[in-house]
C-alpha cells in the first residue's frame, strides 16, 4: 500500500486548506482512513477518520465543526477540508489506512499504512 499526502501549505488563519490522500497498492474500500497530526516537539495525534463506505466519521474536539473528512472510493482519495484554521493546527498532517477493522479506529496504533506527510502552517 502507498499513501500519497498533497495540499499543505502556508494559510493565514481563518483561512481554509483541502488535503488529499490518494492510496494505491489495494482495494481502498476495504481500508478504514484518518488523518493524523503532529506538531513541533509534540506527539502525533488524532484527527478524522471514515469508515469505509463514509457512512461513520469520527473527529477530534479540536477540529469538531471547522475539519471534514470524506473519501471517494473511486479515486481512491480521501480529502480533509479544512476551515476557520487557527495557528495551533500547524502541524504535518499525516494520512493512514486500517485494513478490514471491527471499528473506526481513533488510535495511532491501530492503522497499518501511512503517508509521507504533508505540512500545514497557519500564520496568525
Known amino acids: 500500500v502507498q499513501l500519497q499526502a498533497s495540499g499543505g501549505g502556508l494559510v493565514q488563519a481563518g483561512g481554509s486548506l483541502r488535503l488529499s490522500c490518494i492510496f494505491s497498492?489495494?482495494?481502498?474500500?476495504?481500508?478504514?482512513m484518518g488523518w493524523f497530526r503532529q506538531a513541533p516537539g509534540k506527539e502525533r495525534e488524532f484527527v478524522a477518520a471514515?469508515?469505509?463506505?463514509?457512512?461513520?466519521?469520527y473527529y477530534a474536539d479540536a477540529v469538531k465543526g471547522r475539519f471534514t473528512i470524506s473519501r471517494d472510493n473511486t479515486k481512491n482519495t480521501v480529502y480533509l477540508q479544512m476551515n476557520s484554521l487557527k495557528p495551533e493546527d500547524t502541524a504535518v498532517y499525516y494520512c493512514?489506512?486500517?485494513?478490514?477493522?471491527?471499528?473506526?479506529?481513533?488510535?495511532?496504533?491501530?492503522?497499518?499504512?501511512w503517508g509521507q506527510g504533508t505540512l500545514v502552517t497557519v500564520s496568525s
Open positions: 493512514a489506512a486500517d485494513y478490514l477493522p471491527t471499528t473506526v479506529a481513533r488510535t495511532a496504533h491501530s492503522y497499518d499504512f
Open positions: 497498492g489495494r482495494t481502498f474500500n476495504n481500508y478504514v
Open positions: 471514515i469508515s469505509r463506505l463514509s457512512v461513520t466519521t
